[in-house]
């Protein structure tokens, strides 16, 4: 069965870190991209970070530059974001996502943050920061 599944969500500081996990099963996340999105109360659903198969290349939302980082660990099939100087308004349920019909998959520039170039999605993982 294809899936993933997010983890490492909490209730944290403003200025504190978090680390999530998109732990993968049925495919091989070296051949897929997988994406991170988030979904704050009231909002639309919005692209973080995405991890390209095709060339490890790595895109981030400007929202989130210089303070997350994505990684992947092939040997776990699973790819992690880890948050740092965490803020009130990067409070979220966060997911991860992949497109298993695209093997290679790339995150183009310009369209990697879409939330329908993705069908399998995570259940979330929600994150708090706290004031």
């Known amino acids: 069965q294809v899936q993933v599944v997010e983890s490492g969500g909490g209730l944290v500081q403003s200025g504190g870190s978090l680390r999530l996990s998109c732990s993968v099963s049925?495919?091989?996340?070296?051949?897929?991209?997988i994406a991170w999105f988030r979904q704050a109360p009231g909002k639309e659903r919005e692209g973080v970070s995405c991890?390209?198969?095709?060339?490890?290349?790595?895109v981030y939302a400007d929202s989130v530059k210089g303070r997350f980082t994505i990684s992947r660990d092939s040997a776990k099939n699973t790819v992690y974001l880890q948050m740092n100087s965490l803020k009130p308004e990067d409070t979220a349920v966060y997911y991860c996502?992949?497109?298993?019909?695209?093997?290679?998959?790339?995150?183009?520039?310009?369209?990697?943050?879409?939330?329908?170039?993705?069908?399998?999605w995570g259940q979330g993982t929600q994150v708090t920061v706290s004031s």
């Open positions: 996502a992949t497109d298993r019909t695209l093997m290679y998959g790339y995150c183009h520039p310009h369209g990697w943050d879409r939330s329908t170039e993705y069908d399998i």
């Open positions: 991890f390209s198969s095709s060339d490890d290349s790595i």
């Open positions: 049925g495919f091989i996340v070296d051949y897929y991209a």
